[in-house]
């Protein structure tokens, strides 16, 4: 199937900046939305952002204006963008992809960590 790998989590002072990666591989034909979710200690899993095959971008809330997210379809690749950070933006990072024309919950990465602390 597809496998999901994300990387880029570490820790950052408040108004710090990262960039998260997440590469796809094995059968990576008819890749559709991608998207990045996020866990907090003692929280249910929350979508970030999301971006679909024909470019349409959608962010919960509390992101806009501070993140971005991005593909690149020949590298198999989306990112995530992320500035101004703040402590509420500490998390665990999901990765999750999506085949065109198929319902479901796609496919997920292991997660990378995000800690937003002085």
């Known amino acids: 199937q597809v496998q999901v790998v994300e990387s880029g989590g570490g820790l950052v002072q408040p108004g710090g900046s990262l960039r998260l990666s997440c590469v796809t591989s094995?059968?990576?034909?008819?890749?559709?939305?991608m998207g990045w979710y996020r866990q907090a200690p003692g929280k249910q899993r929350e979508l970030v952002a999301s971006?679909?095959?024909?470019?349409?971008?959608n962010y919960r809330d509390s992101v806009k204006g501070r993140f971005t997210i991005s593909r690149d379809n020949a590298k198999n690749t989306v990112y995530l963008e992320m500035n101004s950070l703040k402590p509420e933006d500490t998390a665990v990072y999901y990765c999750?992809?999506?085949?065109?024309?198929?319902?479901?919950?796609?496919?997920w990465g292991q997660g990378t960590q995000v800690t937003v602390s002085s």
């Open positions: 971006i679909s095959s024909g470019g349409s971008r």
């Open positions: 999750n992809i999506r085949r065109v024309f198929t319902s479901g919950s796609g496919y």
């Open positions: 094995g059968n990576t034909f008819n890749i559709g939305t």
